[in-house]
Structures are given as structure tokens and as C-alpha cells.
């Protein structure tokens, strides 16, 4: 008999499994019937695990220990809320991985309330009609960026798609071989505009499209897109053409222009010491592209949305657009979103927007914050650890500002790697976690991401780390 098969007859069977004793209590009920696709699973990853087994041989019931053990961890896992709060000491502010911007509390609790209870989402109160979702919500940001309209969709990539297929309706696309870019692991804008139906046209070289480029291919029946490169820079031998060049071009030539700002900041981030570089929406709605789309949880600082500004005839159409529904966004989100162009109307700035707020933080701010954790922090470090707090770089993250890193302070812990590891990794799997970075001096947080309120938290979370490691555990449950 060969080794995988010898190895397969000590699985159990899912019928053991359905009538062993500990189980056979979790599965009372209509938990019986998910529990048991559970159980179907957990064998068919052993089963898969087996036929690659090296070594000795697993008897039946070290297989059917193992397989209890796992079926009861999982129903557990399954049966707590499956996302953790995270302290972001990594310093980079629009964090795509760990949910990039965060709300304004005020928006927090418009979102709560909206939960909670009934809205007049779609309903006219002074009439007693129906209503329009978002339109006030849309008037505000239509304000903010100086254009006639806008509408509000899922994400930026929604409104991408919504804006190219309304324009173009499936004809030529033109777009620099520059601009054919990734955004995170998903967006790959080729794919997306292969989606739309339409044909693009790919013109110029990667590092060179000149006005020239795009003229040569502005026949009748072609839209334009321009997008804003977001997560990295072409240097060296390069040319461009800008936003307004190419919209006066399209004027002349009868081509409509869509832009994908990517950011969309309301904010002058210049105010507060970073360097020029990304426009504001107000200055990209003003170069006369017929369509500007963006990002609501990036440079905004809200939440998950896309913005689509434009003329209000053609934003009247976009409304228009049989597949508008499938974009469409949820009450909880139109109540954040309001909130936050709210914020913006009224110039609360800093701190009502925590994003902007992070980004605003001057040295000495950081500084101070840095050494208020070293202070609570320093008389129980481990030993062989030593903190200290040391200048370092914060970036904007959510693919803006690419190649600008921010100065900042961090909390620098240096000592034995394998130890500093350890902690980093009993700090990730803290509930709140606490993710920050390890490079070749060590264990640093990086203080511009952790909120003023969230101080004490970083505190406890080092602390409890440490006695994890001093207690023999190591962070997968084993003694060591
Ligand atoms: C971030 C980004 C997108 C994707 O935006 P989402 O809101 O994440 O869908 C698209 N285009 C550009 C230029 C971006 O920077």
C-alpha cells in the first residue's frame, strides 16, 4: 500500500466525527446543519494535508484529536465578531490595509443613529412624498469642489466605470500608457475599463505622452482619460500633458474628458507643512474635464465612497444610468459622508477630521507623545530593552503624496531581535492590536497614527505583551 494511502485510512469519518462526544452537544439545533459543513471541511483540509505528509504515520485518534480540536476552534472563531480594533502605530495615515481613513466621531454617531433608527433616507418630510436619496449630501460636495453636480457611488473605481461607460458607451477610450495603472491589489484599470465595453486606445510611452499623442487619436466617437498617477512617480526623461492642457484640447476637438483625481482633498495639506504636489479637488473640477472622479476615504478623510463631479446635465444622466442602483451607497454611509462635508463647510479642519488632523501633527506635538509613552513605558521594559524616542518618517499612504514621506517621532525600542519580534507579534494579536514597524534598529510605534485617546491603550498593550513573553507562551497558545 503506498504511504499517502496508509496514511488516508486513519481519517476519520465524518460520521464518527457527528456522534463523538464532544461534539455531538455543539450540534443541537439548526447549528447542526452549518457545524456539519464545517466538520465536511476540516476533514477534507486534512485529507489534503495527509496525501503531502511526511514522517510517521498519525493514528486514528491522534486524526480524530486533531480534527475535534480544530473543528471546536473554528466554531468558536466563527462565533466572535470576526475584525479586531487596531492601534496603527506604522505612521502611514491612509492605511488601505487597516481600513485607511477614520471617521470624525460626529460622523461615527450620524452613521450610529441612522442604524439605529428610521431617516427620511428617500422621503420628502414638509410633502410627505418620496424624496431623493443623497441629494443634499451631493449639493455639498458639489459646493466644496466648485462643480455644477455631483453624484455619489460606491467607491472611486465605481465611479471610474460609471463615468467612462456613460461617456464613451462602449466606443474608443484613449488613455496614456503612463496612466495604465494598479491601485492596491484590485484595481488594475485596464481591467476595469475592458469592463465598460469600451476599446482603449493606449497612446504615447510610459514615461513620455505628449499633446501631440492624444491629438493624433481624437477621432469622432473617442472619450479621453486622464488619471492621476496616486502611488508612484516617473522621473527622469519625462513628459506630460496636464489636466487643463488636454481638456482644452478636448474642447476643441469635441472629445469629452474623464479624470480620476484619486484623492479628491478639500483640504490645502500645504497649510500644514506638506509639501505641494497634489491638487485640490476645487483646482482638478476647475481644469474643465467634462467628468473629475475620486476617492470619499483617502485625502477627504470620510469614508468609503466615490464622487463623480460634473456639469448638471450630465450629472442628471449619470443619475439616470440603469446600473447607478448597483453603485448606490447605504444610509450609513450618506450620514458619515454628510457629516464630514459638514466639517468641511463650516472649516472645522483640525481636529474634527482625524486624517487631516494626524497629517497636521508638528514635532513637537509628536515629540511629546512619543515621550509620554517612553515615560509610562520605560521603568518595565524587559531587560536587555531600551527605549528611546528618535526621529523618523510617517507617509500619507492610500496612494497620494507617493514619494513624500512626513517627519515624525517615534518610540524606538531596541534590544534582542528575537525578543523584539516576539513582542511585536503578541502586540498584533492584543485585542485592540497594536501593528507597528520593525526595521533593522528595532521595534518602533510611530505616534502620528495613534489618536490622543488612544495613549493608555498603547500603554496596556506593551504591558501585556510583555508578561505574555515573561509567562513561557509563545503567541500560538504552546509553552515554550
Ligand atoms: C485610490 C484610487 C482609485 C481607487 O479608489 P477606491 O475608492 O479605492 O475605489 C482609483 N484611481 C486612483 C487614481 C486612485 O488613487
Redesign the pocket.
Known sequence: MSDASSRLRELPQISVLLADDRLVPLLAGRRKQWLTRLIQGVVADLRAELKKAKGPVSSREQLLNIAVERVVNKKDTLEKKSWTRVLNGTGVVVHTNLGRSCFPPAAADAARTVALHNSDLEFDLPSGTRGHRGRQVEEKAALLAGAEDALIVN????A?WLAVRHLSRGGRVVLSRGEV?A??GS?RMHEILAETGCTLVEIGTTNRTSLEDYRAEMIPGTTVLK??R??FTVEGFTEDVTVAELAALCQVEGCPLVY????GAFFPYEEVGLPAGETLLIEDVATGADLVTC????LLGGC?A?VIYGSAAEVAKLRKHPMRRAFRVDKTTLAALDEILTAYLREEGRPAIPTLDQLALGLDELAGKAQGLLDELAATAPTGWSGQVVPGQSSVG??TFSSTSIESRLLMWTGPKAELERCHQWLRLGDPALVGRMNQEGLAVDVRTIAEAEMELVVQAFRLAWEKMSSGTDSNGRSA
Not at 480620476?260 to 484623492?263: I, L, V
Request: net charge negative; glycine share 24%.
Open positions: 467607491n472611486n473605481a465605481a471610474v495603472v491601485i492596491g484595481f488619471v492621476h496616486s502611488n480620476d483625481a484619486g484623492s476617492s470619499g476615504d483617502k468609503q466615490g492610500g496612494g
